[in-house]
């Protein structure tokens, strides 16, 4: 095995097929090796394309930019041909995509094979992977351990070294957070630097899909191939896309890292709260100017966003009705009968309170009180990071407060699954990027090793700065190669 | 902002959601302790602040409007529960 594909990086696997090391077959079998040994035990995938992959494989043309790269998908992108159940029992084995999303028509184009379907929280809802309506996932660190969510499959397989890279979608912290409690990297692009076309929607003026990889490097490598307008998402943007790559030079010296005051007061975990000050410090050796800002609205964006998120969330799913397409439950009585019983059994009990939720806040005599002054909160909490990052380049911080807890934990209390999301959540209110890179180890209380992850978040387009820093920091660390 | 508990059962009617009498006594419960926390909004002042419902600027996006092939009647019925012959078949809607 020490000699297995599975263990490296997309540049790394780029690198052995141009010498001639190995070929697309030979590195897609092996990952197909490790995925079949180490899979069972963390439930990483819902499902795997191997015949349809290794086909592509033999005839992948290694000169394009990601050509015979391997690429696993979070179970709620569009790819033609394979199913894609969002981890819901409403879709499981009921819905197989009969298009690409613009994500994967853009990967493919450039030479990546998808491989298989990874495990998540029902239709992006959740911080745990705990509301998967599939299976169980775990954290391969610590089995009794949750690998973060809703993007914890993704993160599992690239930690595992059962991937050499995956995507993700991140609406509250779905990418960066799971990417810190598995010790993988993850970005999540501002919003409308990628197409959402082909995304199964949660809320839709905060999803944005993203990379979740083993260096910065190939985060920046995807990110370029990925983003760019798209005829068919009206929100994506038109801005150039950079060749991210030649951003990562390593000089951060000068560059500004603001520290912002709110993320540093709440109930950190003391080994966290150690291994980002000692992140910092890391930052500042390699010439980095550290300061301190201020986000004042910091305590209000879990409230805003769950008004906001659900709201979304039970508009976009009012279109599981059982007709088009899912499962449908049989001998109805009427229509009413018919969807009431459809959705009661396809949605796990996490889907149900958040369609509740978003329903209440919307609905006639609630919607001024709750809707709309949520959406007038978000612009205060959008004014902060204008300001922050009028004195800052980029701001820097854990990811979550505490690494990752333990399966049941949290899970019977919604509102103490939500408060975990507090340092991820107001970047996607505010439409900004940020990347999540592993910066430490702490121990557990039953004597295992836990990654902690470093947040960079950057202002609206910032993605190069921000990888620029991630790269700069793994590369002068290596925290992000430990294996688990 | 009001005050009063959520009405979980006519709630999940307005979203077509069938509850069993333990899931409305649970989410009843939660959701009244989310609705205690989210209420802290009601803290701040925001007269006269705009509404944000999109964090990039939205606006139209315009484009020429020529003919496409679109995906077609068997692709768009390969996931159907129940068809018959080129449409979805649905459970009754109106009084026969």
Known sequence: MSDSAAHLSITELQRDYRSGKRTPVEALTDVIEAIEKKDPGVGAYLSLESGIALRDAENADVTLPLGGIPIAVKDLINVKGQDCSCASKFLQSAYTSTYDATVISRLRKAGAIPLGRTNMDEFAMGSSTENSGIKLARNPWDADRIPGGSSGGSAIAVANDTAIAALGSDTGGSIRQPASFCGSVGLKPTYGRVSRFGLVAFASSLD????????????????????GSDPLDSTSLSDAVPDYLNELNGEIKGLRIGLPVEYFTHGIDPGVRQCVEDAVSHLEKLGAEVIEVSLPHTEYAIATYYIIATAEASANLARFDGVRYGNRAPDPNDIIDHYRRTRAAGFGDEVKRRIILGTYVLSSGYNDAYYVRAQKV??????????????????????????????????????????????????????????????????????????????????????????????????????????? | MAEEKIDVNYVAHLARLELSADEVALFSRQLD????????????????????????????????????????????????????????????????
């Open chain 1, 208 to 227: 944005q899909i993203g990379p979740m990889t083993k260096t910065s490097e190939d985060a920046a490598l995807l990110l370029s191939i990925m983003s």
């Open chain 1, 378 to 484: 978000r612009t205060l909490i959008r004014q902060d990071f204008t300001a922050a990052f009028e004195q800052a380049d980029v701001l820097v911080s854990p990811t979550a407060p505490t690494p990752a807890f333990k399966i049941g934990e949290k899970s019977g209390d919604p509102l103490q699954m939500y408060l975990a999301d507090i340092f991820t959540i107001a970047a996607n209110l505010a439409g900004i990027c940020g990347a999540s890179t592993p910066c430490g180890l702490v121990e557990s209380d039953s004597g295992t090793q836990l990654p902690v992850g470093l947040q960079v978040l950057g202002p609206p387009l910032g993605e190069g700065t921000v990888l620029k820093v991630t790269d700069a920091f793994e590369k002068t660390t290596n925290w992000h190669r430990r294996p688990c």
């Open chain 2, 33 to 96: 302790d989310i609705l205690g926390y989210v209420r802290q909004l009601e803290q701040l002042d925001v007269e006269n602040i705009e509404p944000m419902a999109h964090a990039t600027p939205v606006y139209d996006v315009m484009r020429e409007d020529h003919a496409r092939l679109s995906s077609g009647t068997e692709s768009a019925l390969a996931n159907a529960p129940e068809r018959n012959s080129d449409q979805f078949r649905v459970t009754r809607v109106v009084d026969s």
